[in-house]
Structure formats: structure tokens, C-alpha cells
């Protein structure tokens, strides 16, 4: 979600690279036949080459449209005993709240493997005050930043493609399962 052109971006096509290649290595580990690994890709900035480009010769890649992405994103809460992945490269904080607020459940968010922009940095950032005051407060992700395990990508931004993967981490949740989850604070 929200990969951005990769026609247009370089940032976009390293991103979809890593994306491609984190499936491929799923798909690799996988053991079970059974088990599918599908990228799919949102993105209102797609063209319709990047449409082409990203379903290629095969099933590789689903492009969404904005309503079948809404419809993914309120499924995935209901999927159980199946690990989820969204990759959301740098992302605005209510597309990150859209998909933790569906999943914000210990069993669901158990499940749920977030590889984008580090929730703390929007914590930080409505702490500080300094987040836009335009925008909704992204209330679940500034939650799930205090249970979220966060390793970077790229700590150093010294990726060649600079920005490419700038606080880009990857970030899953290890709960138990008779764990509360934080209180979700709605004001702003």
C-alpha cells in the first residue's frame, strides 16, 4: 500500500523490488503447498503501466483498486492462524490506522507483520505536537507504537537510492495471548 510510481520513482522501484523479493523468499520457506504468497499492490498514484508492469506474465501481483483495498484490509482482520504482511512503504498515519485499527485484536495483531514507517515516529511526532493538524490522529498506530517490536531496514539511510527506505522498519507484534492491549487515546 501506497508503494507510489514505481514508473515514476526510483524510490518506488527498489521498494517493489524488496517487496518482490521478501515474497520470493516466502515463498521459498514455505513447506506447505497450501500456503500462497501473493503481493498486492495499492497505490492511487498507479498508471496504468504500472498496472501492466506489476501483474506481469503471471500471477506475481494483484493491483487493487481503492474499494478492493478497503475490502483486503477489513478481511485481513478476520483471517486467523495466517500471517499477514502489509508493506506500506512510507505511508500517511491513517492508512497505517486503517489497517491496525481492523486488526486491533492480540490475535490479529499476532498475526500481523507491518513493514513501513516506524509507528514510534508518529507517536513522537503527536508527543511533539509537530504532526500535521489537518490530519486525524492515527489513535491505534500511536497504541500499537508501545507493543511494536521495530527493527529498521536501512538505520543509517545509506541505501543507495537515498529515502528509498528512510525509517522504513520492520515491525510485528509478540503478544501473549491474555495480554491487554494498550488503551486507544482518540483526542487529539
Known sequence: LGLGSPDASAAARCQLAFASRACERLRERSNDDATRVRLKAYDPCFTIVDEKV????????????????DEYVSAS?????EL?????????GHLYEDVVRARWSVGALRDLVCVGNTFETYADRWRAKSADPEKKRPSHVIAASSIARASLLDPGDTFAVQGAFN??????????????????VDAS
Open 54 to 69: 506489476l501483474a506481469g506474465d503471471g500471477d506475481e501481483c494483484e493491483t487493487l483498486t481503492r474499494e478492493r483495498c
Open 77 to 81: 482482520s478476520s483471517t486467523r492462524d
Open 84 to 92: 499477514v504482511v502489509f508493506y506500506m512503504p512510507h505511508c500517511e
Open 167 to 184: 525509517d522504513t522498519s520492520v515491525q510485528t507484534f509478540e503478544l501473549e495471548s491474555d495480554e491487554e492491549l494498550p488503551a486507544v
